[in-house]
């Protein structure tokens, strides 16, 4: 006979395992970490996310978990993160006080902290909100999991990193020129950018089966279409005004 679940409590095997505390402890042990896979899920998740989202399906049947057990990707993210910083500060910046400063701000603040508030807010915005209603007592309830929301950060911000961080490095001294190309092409990247952000913000949550109406998360994405032509007809540069806000010397 199957167990009756009431509503609005959860089951006593689905319960908050204590997999963050074991996932704290993996990031002092690089040994344990995946990297080849780690690496071919960046690569694919510039070219092929949905190949991506199909090998979460299968550690979910392995692991009982749809969240990553291995830190690996947070680990490498922020390394990345960090030398691409220090490459800017090389380049544009004259204090090393304050290149400690930038590179310590961007690491709390542009990956772990706005990571944080936005897996907090999905995760919040899902369960209560996007979650299919139960057919009947017996059916399992199924929650998304926060270390899995922050999964699905991580995923959507490593290609919009390589865009804003690795080509835009590359491209700066065009793109924070004054004229109407520089500002033309600033936008546009950030535009693609943050819109591929979101869509595979979709991706992550739509790979889950017990959520509905996941086509929410696309709808920022319009609202970036919008604001882009906004900004390019009022002369807006993000580039200059990032780097301006970042670099004590002015562009």
């Known amino acids: 006979m199957l167990p009756t679940i009431s509503k609005g409590r959860s089951p006593s095997n689905v319960r908050p395992s204590p997999v963050f505390p074991q996932y704290l402890r993996r990031i002092i042990k690089w040994r344990q970490m995946d990297i080849e896979?780690?690496?071919?899920?960046?690569?694919?998740?510039?070219?092929?996310?949905?190949?991506v989202y199909q090998h979460t399906k299968y550690h979910k049947q392995t692991k009982n978990q749809w969240a990553r057990?291995?830190?690996?990707?947070?680990?490498?993210?922020?390394?990345?993160?960090?030398?691409s910083t220090l490459a800017y500060c090389?380049?544009?910046?004259?204090?090393?006080a304050h290149a400690v400063f930038v590179i310590i701000s961007v690491l709390l603040f542009h990956f772990l902290l706005t990571g944080g508030v936005l897996a907090t807010c999905c995760w919040f915005l899902t369960n209560n909100y996007l979650r299919e209603e139960a057919p009947n007592s017996h059916v399992v309830e199924q929650r998304v999991e926060w270390?899995?929301?922050?999964?699905?950060?991580?995923?959507?911000?490593?290609?919009?990193?390589?865009?804003?961080?690795?080509i835009h490095y590359f491209l700066s001294p065009l793109l924070v020129a004054h004229g109407f190309i520089p500002?033309?092409?600033?936008?546009?990247?950030f535009m693609v950018a943050v819109s591929y952000y979101h869509y595979l913000n979709f991706l992550g949550y739509?790979?889950?089966?017990?959520?509905?109406?996941?086509?929410?998360?696309?709808?920022?994405?319009g609202i970036?279409?919008?604001l882009s032509p906004i900004m390019l007809l009022s002369g807006f540069n993000p580039s200059r005004y990032l780097m301006n806000m970042y670099f004590s010397q002015r562009l």
């Open 147 to 166: 270390l899995y929301a922050f999964d699905v950060h991580c995923n959507s911000f490593f290609p919009m990193f390589v865009m804003l961080y690795v």
């Open 69 to 83: 057990d291995d830190p690996a990707f947070v680990v490498i993210c922020i390394l990345l993160l960090a030398f």
């Open 206 to 221: 739509d790979v889950l089966p017990f959520l509905e109406r996941t086509t929410f998360f696309l709808y920022p994405i």
């Open 90 to 96: 090389a380049a544009y910046d004259h204090s090393t």
């Open 183 to 189: 500002v033309l092409l600033s936008n546009l990247l």
């Open 37 to 51: 896979y780690t690496f071919w899920q960046m690569l694919h998740l510039c070219t092929s996310p949905k190949v």
């Open 224 to 226: 970036v279409i919008v």
